[in-house]
């Protein structure tokens, strides 16, 4: 991690140029690793920590609601690390590097990945649920705001419908709007709610969580390198490439374009597999043996193992 240079010349050093490609190559491997647990969602076992977070949360809008604030964003997550994976190694091969859509791809997962952990870390219950409601009250208002434009476009005819599904639709929005007001205005009473922060600052605070519990499964990146400021850093830097910001050239002279590419691998494969050992520490029992199938690579068990027992206490 914390490649990324000012000025260099890795062309003059092709061993230099050599070990990175290598790096990514391997955080490549990494990440294709975890696209099985995302193609494979399983529910929470019964008397895990999860499960135990799940009961009684919002239960107005249906069952296992912390449960699904963390599971799609994790699968979010495995998907858009492993789709960079494939871009690079076809990118071996064709010569075409698609820098743009690796680093939004990393960007993605660092996103998601971070969000969830951001959510789950806790050790307070409450603050946990506080977090999931905030979350969930986060994506009710984006989706008001999806629903309000297109009940506009509707009337106004912009979009063909027929006049049953028209109106199927905007009871639909009016009853979700409904919902979302009668929920914020709960939330609002809680004296500790919890913000939804923007989705770099809950992916730094994941970063600096995961630096005070070290996974097991590291083998140096982690602890040997500053996570928080590497996310800080790639954030800035993967965010000016995917919108096209010519500023970000400055810093990729010389062959440092793989710098980049290196860093923000290793950022992304990093949170996404915290984020999916994290679920797992809360998803599994603990008394008893799991119900749930070890979709994840077995790298990640002892880091599971350990995690766990932060959350004993809550079951």
């Known amino acids: 991690m914390n490649d990324v240079i000012v000025t260099s010349n890795l062309y003059g050093d092709p061993t230099v140029f050599v070990n990175r490609l290598l790096r990514i190559t391997q955080r490549a491997v990494r990440a294709n690793e975890l696209l099985n647990w995302g193609l494979h969602p399983q529910m929470a076992d019964d008397g895990s920590c ?95 705001k999806y629903n309000s434009n297109e009940v506009a476009s509707l009337r106004q005819g912009a979009l063909s419908s027929s006049p049953e599904q028209m109106r199927e639709f905007i009871a639909g929005s009016k009853d979700l709007l409904d919902r979302f007001s009668e929920l914020e205005a709960e939330y609002t009473l809680n004296p500790d709610r919890e913000k939804v922060r923007p989705f770099g600052t809950t992916a730094e605070l994941a970063a600096m969580w995961i630096e005070q519990h070290v996974p097991p499964h590291d083998e140096g990146e982690i602890r040997e390198n500053s ?66 199938k070890r979709c994840y690579p077995p790298r990640l068990q002892p880091t599971v193992t350990a995690w766990s027992k932060l959350y004993v206490e809550t079951d």
């Open 50 to 144: 999860m499960a135990t977070d799940n009961e009684g949360l919002m239960a107005n809008f249906g069952e296992r609601q912390f449960e699904a604030a963390a599971l799609w964003p994790l699968m979010s997550a495995t998907d858009s690390i492993s789709a960079a994976a494939k871009i690079f190694v076809q990118a071996s091969q064709t010569r075409q590097l698609h820098a743009p859509a690796l680093a939004a791809l990393c960007r993605s997962a660092v996103e998601s990945a971070g969000r969830v952990v951001w959510l789950l870390s806790p050790e307070d219950r409450q603050v946990r649920r506080n977090r999931c409601t905030a979350v969930v009250l986060a994506e009710m208002k984006e989706q008001t």
């Open 227 to 292: 996570m928080s400021l590497g996310a800080k850093r790639i954030y800035a830097l993967t965010s000016a490439v995917m919108h096209g910001y010519k500023w970000v050239n400055d810093y990729l002279y010389n062959g440092d374009l793989f710098a980049l590419i290196a860093d923000s691998f290793a950022t992304a494969v990093n949170m996404t597999e915290c984020g999916v050992a994290l679920f797992e520490a809360q998803a599994q029992r603990v008394q008893e043996a799991t119900t749930r």
